[in-house]
């Protein structure tokens, strides 16, 4: 459906998101540091993940996304630096050495998350769209179910070739999936065997894909390349 509009569900969303980050902040004293990576999984990128096949064409592919600043803000809760962060609350201006009162630009900073994404190998929610459309895909390029959908997808009729002939342009999760496909297909499938590489083989190396894209450019900062396959 060309006019389908998913604004109402990524609000919804964006809420009930936001409402989990104000649950695991309230609750994360009471929960040792090791377990809050399982905790992260199981209450927020539980909600983000959901269905986001379908509705994440309407993700950006750009650090302001409304839904990717959210995520930000709950890793910078469980993981981040407290101790810095509270210090730099810890004195008021009078109780500041000479020449340091007045507050500057790095006082207003937050903390960077893209070393701690990096670091616990979470994935930001631009690339959660794209391992999830393409392990869809690969089912239904694999097992040809359901072959409703599978019967839409053009394959090269090439013997070598698991390449995707693109119809029109269409913003739905066929045309994006197979896009995606296109760019990364020769480098999740085993040659020899082709679309009889196993799926957990396919997961695999689309997450460590996923993640050294994250990891590229420069250190501290999100940039384009961070969210291109």
């Not at 695991?24 to 209450?43: D, F, M, Q, T, V």
């Not at 509705?55 to 650090?63: A, L, M």
């Not at 701690?116 to 179910?145: D, G, P």
């Not at 739905?172 to 760019?183: I, Y």
Request: glycine share 4%; net charge positive.
């Amino acid at each position: 459906d060309s006019k389908l509009n998913w604004e109402p569900h990524v609000e919804y969303l964006r809420k009930k998101l936001r409402s989990m980050t104000g649950a695991i902040c309230r609750i994360r004293h009471s929960i040792p540091g090791e377990l809050y990576l399982k905790l992260y999984n199981a209450l927020f990128e539980s909600h983000l993940s959901y269905g986001i096949s379908v509705w994440g064409v309407v993700i950006k592919e750009r650090s302001s996304d409304r839904l990717f600043v959210t995520q930000k803000h709950c890793v910078r809760i469980l993981f981040g630096d407290l101790d810095a962060y509270l210090d730099k609350r810890s004195t008021c201006a009078r109780a500041r050495p000479y020449g340091m009162q007045k507050l500057g630009q790095r006082y207003y900073e937050r903390e960077h998350t893209k070393p701690i994404f990096n670091k616990l190998k979470i994935i930001t929610v631009q690339n959660l769209f794209k391992y999830h459309c393409i392990t869809e895909f690969s089912k239904i390029v694999k097992y040809r179910v359901p072959y409703t959908l599978f019967e839409c997808i053009n394959l090269s009729n090439r013997a070598t070739s698991n390449t995707v002939i693109l119809n029109r342009k269409s913003n739905t999760f066929l045309h994006k999936a197979a896009q995606f496909w296109n760019s990364v297909h020769k480098r999740i499938l085993t040659p020899e065997k082709g679309l009889e590489t196993s799926l957990n083989l396919i997961k695999h190396r689309m997450r460590a894909l996923i993640l050294q894209i994250q990891s590229t450019d420069i250190l501290d900062t999100w940039t384009p390349k961070n969210f291109q396959l």
